[in-house]
C-alpha cells in the first residue's frame, strides 16, 4: 500500500476512534477541510508541519501515520540528563 494510502486510512481511523468530525479535526489542526478529505482518501500528501499537527491532535506517532509500526502509541519524552551524570557510551 502507499504511504499515502496508509496515513489516510490512518488519519481516518484515528479521527473516528476520537468521536471527531473532519469538521473538528479540521478546526484542531489549522488543517482546511477539502485538503483533510484529500488526506483520508489518499489523494493528498503533506508537509511535515501538517503530518507533526495531526500526530499533535491524534496523540499518536508519526511513525504509526505513516506506516513504519503498527503501534499508535506516540514516543516518550526522554528525560534530560542532570549535569554531572556519567555518560556510557
Given at each position: 500500500m502507499?504511504?499515502?494510502a496508509?496515513?489516510?486510512e490512518r488519519v481516518r481511523l484515528q479521527r473516528m476512534a476520537r468521536g471527531l468530525t473532519q469538521t473538528e479535526l479540521a478546526a484542531?489542526?489549522?488543517i482546511p477541510i477539502p485538503n483533510l478529505s484529500r488526506i483520508?482518501?489518499?489523494r493528498q500528501s503533506i508537509y511535515v508541519e501538517r503530518l507533526l499537527d495531526l500526530?499533535?491532535?491524534l496523540q499518536v506517532s508519526t511513525d504509526?501515520?505513516?506506516g513504519c509500526t503498527d503501534?499508535?502509541?506516540p514516543p516518550r519524552r526522554r528525560t534530560k540528563a542532570t549535569p554531572g551524570a556519567a555518560?556510557?557510551?
Open positions: 502507499e504511504v499515502q496508509i496515513l489516510g484542531l489542526t489549522g483520508e482518501h489518499g500526530a499533535r491532535v504509526y501515520l505513516l503501534d499508535p502509541r555518560r556510557h557510551i
